[in-house]
């Protein structure tokens, strides 16, 4: 007998929606398919085997969500992008300790199931674990209506990586002199949207104003601009751990850099950084001037066009660099690790 409930549908959920909803995403979710997936979307629970070759393999998890960055998704009636940020957010986390990401899982509660709109949402999340090298074995949608509203949905992730025990990147051989290195973000990436929703009022911006080009944003509109997905560093990290000496990395998220730096830095030292040789990006020059936000709170909030930074030994430097830009990422000399109280100091 073919599932399907009135008295479900009169209550505001319809059970066939999902069904259409997971029709939709297999051919996104089947990019995704690693040699470690053991088994197929719609079962209780998402099987991977673990991979050969790790003498003592550790797992490490992260999880974690969108945020308010939705908000924008929902005005520019634009949900393929939100995915990667979901993806990235987990994975660039588990990146920071040198773990390969093997599989990810997704969660989307919306106020209404519209196959479709969930489609692309998943498309995105496929990106995101395209990128990143990983399988995408499973999921939840859950359609809530009356918590969420219609036309809304939160999205949220987590992912499960390897790595060897010996191979764990730890802050244990960092010293006075090592070098930090810069990774570009691509954006805001997914953190500060409640603060760039109330310098731009997003919440009573209309779509028009979203989509006018800017000057300030090299001719882009703010919607574009904002709703740029996060950049996912899985791939240039891993090239760069095979080839360098990694001493530590952070990856910038919310807290910017005054609270993320630090998470990869031993008591005793400190990050020295200038302020200008960091690559600021135009958006946070036109947040910080439209919502006369200050320098501190800026760099206490936002990653300024940073989206990781990496501790290598100085001599090392120049090939790490060079290894990173092989594979995609401009990255630059961001500043240096000295003995100090203050684990980032900022001149």
Partial sequence: MKSYSESYKEAGVDITAGYKAVELMKQHIARTMTSGVVSDIGGFGGLFELPEGYRKPVLVSGTDGVGTKLKLSFLMEKYDTVGIDCVAMCVNDIICCGAKPLFFLDYIACGKNVPEKIAEIVKGVAEGCVQSDAALIGGET??????????????????????????IVDNSSMQEGDAVIALPSSGVHSNGF????????????????LTKPLPELSGKSLGETLLTPTKIYVKPVLALLSEVTVKGISHITGGGFYENIPRSIPKGLGAKIKKSDVKVLPIFELIKARGGVSEHDMFNTYNMGVGMSIVVPAAEEEKAISVLKANGIEAYHLGEIIRSEDAVVLL
């Fill in 142 to 167: 859950a359609e809530m209506p009356g918590f969420y509203p219609e036309d809304e949905f939160d999205l949220a992730g987590y992912s499960t990586g390897i790595v060897d025990k010996d191979k």
């Fill in 194 to 209: 409640s603060l760039v929703r109330k310098v731009f009022d997003i919440d009573h911006i209309s779509k028009e104003e």
